[in-house]
C-alpha cells in the first residue's frame, strides 16, 4: 500500500477484496445459517415466547399429571441410563474378547440400535397386547390362562418402556465402552496377571481408573439425550394408562391434544433445570 493511501483518512481507502478462498467460505456457510435460524433458532425462540406468561407454569403446577411425569422422568433417568450402562460396561468386557464365536454374536447384538424406532418399538407394543399380543397367546398355550394386560399398569408399562430403551440404545453405549478398552495398554494386564491378580482386582485397579471418566461422561451424555427420548414412551404406551407413565418428553403432546399451546411450551420449559446442569457438569469434565 502507498503512503497517499496510508494518509487517507479510514472511510476513503479502497474496501479489502476477498480472496477466492474467503468468498466461497462465506457463500458456503450462508445456507447452514439460513436453516440454523429458520429451524432451530426460530422455533426454539417461538416457543419461549409461547411460554413467557406465568399463569401457563401456575396451571402447570397445579396439574397432578404433571407432578407424576416428573417422577417418571426422574425414576427413568436414575434407574434406566444407570442400568443400562452398567449392563454395557460388562458387555463391553465380554465383546472385547476375540473368539470368534462373540465375534459373530455382536454383529447380532447391534441390530437393535441399527434398525429404525418406529417399527421395532410398534412391534414390541403389538407382542405385548392382551388379546392378540404373541406374549399372552404363547401364555394361553402354555397354561390355558389369559395373559396379564402388560400396558395397563402404570408400573408394568413405564417399566417396559424403560426396557424398550435400554434394549435399543444399549448396542452403542457398549461399542463406546469398547473402544475405551481398547485403548488401555495390553502391558498393564499382562503385568497384573505376572502379579497373581484376579479379575476383579483388574477392573479394580485398571480398567476401571482408565474408564473411569468416559463411562461418567457417557452417563451424563445419555441422560441428556434420554430427556429428549420420545419414541420410546409414547410409541409403547401412549403416556397412558390414565396419562400415567408420560415423561417431559411427551406430556407436551398431552397439552397439544387438548389445545393447551402454552402449557406444552411450558412444560418443555420446565426441563432446562434437568438438563442445563448436566450440561454444564459434562463440559466441565471434558474441559479437564
Given at each position: 500500500?502507498s503512503?497517499?493511501?496510508?494518509?487517507?483518512?479510514?472511510?476513503?481507502?479502497?474496501?479489502?477484496?476477498?480472496?477466492?478462498?474467503?468468498?466461497?467460505?462465506?457463500?458456503?456457510?450462508?445456507?447452514y445459517?439460513?436453516f440454523f435460524?429458520?429451524?432451530v433458532?426460530?422455533?426454539?425462540?417461538?416457543?419461549?415466547?409461547?411460554?413467557?406468561?406465568p399463569?401457563?407454569y401456575v396451571?402447570?403446577?397445579e396439574?397432578p399429571?404433571?407432578?407424576?411425569?416428573?417422577?417418571?422422568?426422574?425414576?427413568?433417568?436414575?434407574?434406566?441410563?444407570?442400568?443400562k450402562m452398567?449392563?454395557?460396561?460388562?458387555?463391553?468386557g465380554?465383546?472385547i474378547?476375540?473368539r470368534?464365536?462373540?465375534?459373530?454374536l455382536s454383529?447380532l447384538?447391534i441390530?437393535p440400535?441399527?434398525?429404525?424406532?418406529?417399527?421395532?418399538?410398534?412391534?414390541?407394543?403389538?407382542m405385548?397386547?392382551?388379546?392378540?399380543?404373541?406374549?399372552n397367546?404363547?401364555?394361553?398355550?402354555?397354561?390355558?390362562?389369559?395373559?396379564?394386560?402388560?400396558?395397563?399398569?402404570?408400573?408394568?408399562?413405564?417399566?417396559?418402556?424403560?426396557?424398550?430403551?435400554?434394549?435399543?440404545?444399549?448396542?452403542?453405549?457398549?461399542?463406546?465402552?469398547?473402544?475405551g478398552?481398547?485403548?488401555?495398554?495390553?502391558?498393564?494386564?499382562?503385568?497384573?496377571s505376572?502379579?497373581?491378580?484376579?479379575?476383579?482386582?483388574?477392573?479394580?485397579?485398571?480398567?476401571?481408573?482408565?474408564?473411569?471418566?468416559?463411562?461418567?461422561?457417557?452417563t451424563?451424555?445419555?441422560?441428556?439425550?434420554t430427556?429428549g427420548?420420545f419414541?420410546?414412551?409414547?410409541?409403547?404406551?401412549?403416556?397412558?394408562?390414565?396419562?400415567?407413565?408420560?415423561?417431559?418428553?411427551?406430556l407436551?403432546?398431552?397439552?397439544l391434544?387438548?389445545?393447551?399451546?402454552?402449557?406444552?411450551m411450558?412444560?418443555?420449559?420446565?426441563?432446562?433445570?434437568?438438563?442445563?446442569?448436566?450440561?454444564?457438569?459434562?463440559?466441565?469434565?471434558?474441559s479437564?
Amino acid at each position: 500500500m502507498s503512503t497517499a493511501t496510508l494518509d487517507l483518512p479510514p472511510s476513503a481507502r479502497p474496501a479489502k477484496r476477498l480472496s477466492p478462498w474467503q468468498f466461497w467460505g462465506r457463500m458456503l456457510v450462508l445456507p447452514y445459517l439460513f436453516f440454523f435460524v429458520v429451524f432451530v433458532l426460530y422455533p426454539v425462540g417461538y416457543g419461549l415466547w409461547l411460554a413467557r406468561h406465568p399463569e401457563s407454569y401456575v396451571k402447570l403446577f397445579e396439574d397432578p399429571i404433571f407432578f407424576r411425569t416428573v417422577i417418571n422422568t426422574v425414576i427413568f433417568l436414575v434407574v434406566g441410563i444407570n442400568l443400562k450402562m452398567a449392563v454395557a460396561m460388562v458387555l463391553s468386557g465380554f465383546f472385547i474378547q476375540t473368539r470368534w464365536w462373540i465375534k459373530a454374536l455382536s454383529l447380532l447384538f447391534i441390530l437393535p440400535w441399527a434398525v429404525p424406532s418406529i417399527p421395532t418399538i410398534l412391534s414390541v407394543r403389538f407382542m405385548l397386547n392382551p388379546e392378540w399380543g404373541v406374549i399372552n397367546s404363547l401364555i394361553f398355550r402354555l397354561t390355558g390362562q389369559d395373559g396379564p394386560n402388560w400396558l395397563n399398569d402404570p408400573t408394568l408399562a413405564l417399566s417396559f418402556s424403560m426396557l424398550m430403551h435400554i434394549w435399543k440404545s444399549l448396542p452403542f453405549w457398549t461399542l463406546i465402552l469398547i473402544a475405551g478398552r481398547l485403548s488401555i495398554p495390553s502391558e498393564q494386564y499382562e503385568a497384573a496377571s505376572v502379579d497373581g491378580a484376579t479379575n476383579w482386582q483388574k477392573f479394580k485397579f485398571i480398567t476401571w481408573p482408565s474408564m473411569r471418566t468416559l463411562y461418567l461422561t457417557s452417563t451424563i451424555l445419555s441422560m441428556i439425550w434420554t430427556l429428549g427420548d420420545f419414541n420410546s414412551v409414547y410409541l409403547l404406551t401412549g403416556g397412558g394408562p390414565a396419562d400415567l407413565t408420560h415423561v417431559l418428553a411427551t406430556l407436551g403432546i398431552r397439552y397439544l391434544r387438548l389445545d393447551q399451546v402454552d402449557l406444552a411450551m411450558a412444560s418443555i420449559v420446565v426441563a432446562l433445570p434437568l438438563v442445563l446442569p448436566l450440561v454444564f457438569f459434562m463440559m466441565k469434565r471434558l474441559s479437564k
